[in-house]
C-alpha cells in the first residue's frame, strides 16, 4: 500500500526555520514528482512547492514562499524534504505532502489534480 506520512512540523518563532519531512512506504518516492500544499484556517488548500522524479533537476515554489523555502530529496531515505527559513505568521497552516498520479515525470507542478496519493498533514505554527 503506497502511503505518505509527514513530520517535523510544529511551534517556531517568525524569522525561524522549520524542516518537513515526507517519508514514503510501499514504493520508490524517487520515482515521482512530488509536491507540498499547505492549507490555513478558512482558506483553500494551496501549492507550495514541487520536485521532478529521479534528479530532481526541476523544482518550482510558490511566489510567497520563494526565496524562503528549498525543497530536496534523499533517495536513501526515500524521502522529500521541504526546508522553510526566515518564516512568517502567513506561513501557518497544515502541511501536506502528495505522490504525482504517473511516475517518472520529468516536471512538476503546485496543482492538486496532479497528485493522487497523499500524507496526512503537519501542522506549523509560526508565532512569537
Known amino acids: 500500500q503506497s502511503q505518505l506520512a509527514e513530520s517535523g512540523g510544529g511551534l517556531v518563532q517568525p524569522g525561524g526555520s522549520l524542516r518537513l519531512s515526507c517519508a514514503a512506504s510501499g514504493f520508490i518516492l524517487d520515482s515521482y514528482a512530488v509536491a507540498w500544499f499547505r492549507q490555513a484556517p478558512g482558506k483553500e488548500r494551496e501549492g507550495v512547492s514541487c520536485?521532478?522524479?529521479?534528479?530532481?533537476?526541476?523544482?518550482k515554489y510558490a511566489d510567497s514562499v520563494k526565496g524562503r523555502f528549498t525543497i530536496s530529496r534523499d533517495s536513501a531515505e526515500n524521502t522529500v524534504y521541504l526546508r522553510m527559513d526566515n518564516v512568517k505568521p502567513e506561513d501557518t497552516a497544515v502541511y501536506y505532502c502528495?505522490?504525482?498520479?504517473?511516475?517518472?515525470?520529468?516536471?512538476?507542478?503546485?496543482?492538486?489534480?496532479?497528485?493522487?496519493?497523499w500524507g496526512q498533514g503537519t501542522q506549523v505554527t509560526v508565532s512569537s
Open positions: 502528495a505522490r504525482d498520479w504517473r511516475p517518472d515525470a520529468d516536471n512538476c507542478a503546485i496543482t492538486r489534480a496532479r497528485y493522487s496519493v
Open positions: 520536485i521532478s522524479a529521479r534528479s530532481g533537476m526541476m523544482t
